[in-house]
T-cell receptor, first 113, second 114 residues
Framework: DSGVTQTPKHLITATGQRVTLRCSPR?????VYWYQQSLDQGLQFLIH???????AKGNILERFSAQQFPDLHSELNLSSLELGDSALYFC????????????FGPGTRLTVL | GNSVTQMEGPVTLSEEAFLTINCTYT??????LFWYVQYPGEGLQLLLK?????DKGSNKGFEATYRKETTSFHLEKGSVQVSDSAVYFC?????????????FGKGTHLIIQP
């Protein structure tokens, strides 16, 4: 158990819909990262938040957004969903400024029908 | 840009065999290097890491040495077990302090047969 929690574990929705994925980092970690894992693209970095502020963006679509709240949990919002958005979404947390090690949650499997 | 190349497999070995999974990288900076493992239905777990040239990361019998001259970070284990069956990802981070995300290889599916 990494100490990173993600909800829900599974999500099934239809094209055009909007969903929110939630992540709680390990106790004491200020950074949250989001990744997408799909069969064709592999594991891709989406976005990084540190202590409530956006720090870096990767291959994140404009239809996707994220935020980190004062209690440090983070949400990834996916809108106007397409079939190709079906994937595993992982969040990871780290201390940052002390270590580059990221600890991953169990993931949310999104299926868009 | 940054990239990681590793064999995708599947790699099938017998129990107690020697394991090598090759990983090479390109980076626009001085990266930290990682191996993560993903067991079926689970998230990624850090297996080992190395942050500077010639460092050797090790954990659970696995080892990898950061080779700057060959831009490589090959994963090795002397005697694999059935429980080592999983997908192994090589990854790098080039931002000091971890600001940017990890860049991953495609993953190597390892199957150990009894």
């Amino acid at each position: 158990d990494s100490g990173v929690t993600q909800t829900p574990k599974h999500l099934i929705t239809a094209t055009g819909q909007r969903v929110t994925l939630r992540c709680s980092p390990r106790s004491g970690d200020l950074s949250v990262y989001w990744y997408q894992q799909s069969l064709d693209q592999g594991l891709q970095f989406l976005i990084h938040y540190y202590n409530g502020e956006e720090r870096a963006k990767g291959n994140i679509l404009e239809r996707f957004s994220a935020q980190q709240f004062p209690d440090l949990h983070s949400e990834l919002n996916l809108s106007s969903l397409e079939l190709g958005d079906s994937a595993l979404y992982f969040c990871a947390s780290s201390v940052v400024a002390l270590t580059d090690t990221q600890y991953f949650g169990p993931g949310t499997r999104l299926t868009v029908l | 840009g940054n990239s990681v190349t590793q064999m995708e497999g599947p790699v099938t070995l017998s129990e107690e065999a020697f394991l090598t999974i090759n990983c090479t990288y390109t980076a626009t900076g001085y990266p930290s290097l990682f191996w993560y493992v993903q067991y079926p239905g689970e998230g990624l777990q850090l297996l080992l890491k190395a942050t500077k040239a010639d460092d050797k990361g090790s954990n659970k019998g696995f080892e990898a040495t950061y080779r700057k001259e060959t831009t490589s970070f090959h994963l090795e284990k002397g005697s694999v077990q059935v429980s080592d069956s999983a997908v192994y990802f090589c990854a790098l981070s080039v931002s000091g302090g971890g600001a940017d995300g990890l860049t991953f290889g495609k993953g190597t599916h390892l199957i150990i047969q009894p």
